[in-house]
């Protein structure tokens, strides 16, 4: 079964950078979709941005426009995230998950998530 594990977040100061990353096991990811998604305490979870199979196509909520940016590595089965500009409003356990519908925002379109890693942004 695809497992997936996030690494990367911590504590980091308004205005400083962070790189997420994500690693498969089980099944190469070059089949699937990949999304990062994020929740802040009492909140839904939200897409923050997704990238298509071969990795062509991003999208990107536009809370983090010009401020993130997705990549994937397919030979390494790893997908990034990386992001700038950090405010603290991007304070959430970021998630990454996999889907074989298409690369999207919605949550209930990616199957297969990792546990998530803690992202807090403060002074």
């Known amino acids: 079964q695809l497992q997936l594990v996030e690494s990367g977040g911590g504590l980091v100061q308004p205005g400083g950078s962070l790189r997420l990353s994500c690693a498969g096991s089980?099944?190469?990811?070059?089949?699937?979709?990949m999304g990062w998604f994020r929740q802040a305490p009492g909140k839904e979870r939200e897409g923050v941005s997704c990238?298509?199979?071969?990795?062509?196509?991003?999208h990107y909520a536009d809370s983090v426009k010009g401020r993130f940016t997705i990549s994937r590595d397919n030979a390494k089965d790893t997908v990034y995230l990386q992001m700038n500009s950090l405010k603290p409003e991007d304070t959430a356990i970021y998630y990454c998950?996999?889907?074989?519908?298409?690369?999207?925002?919605?949550?209930?379109?990616?199957?297969?998530w990792g546990q998530g890693t803690q992202v807090t942004v403060s002074s």
């Open positions: 990238i298509s199979s071969t990795g062509e196509s991003t």
């Open positions: 089980g099944f190469t990811l070059d089949y699937y979709a």
């Open positions: 998950a996999a889907s074989d519908i298409g690369p999207t925002l919605r949550v209930a379109d990616f199957g297969a």
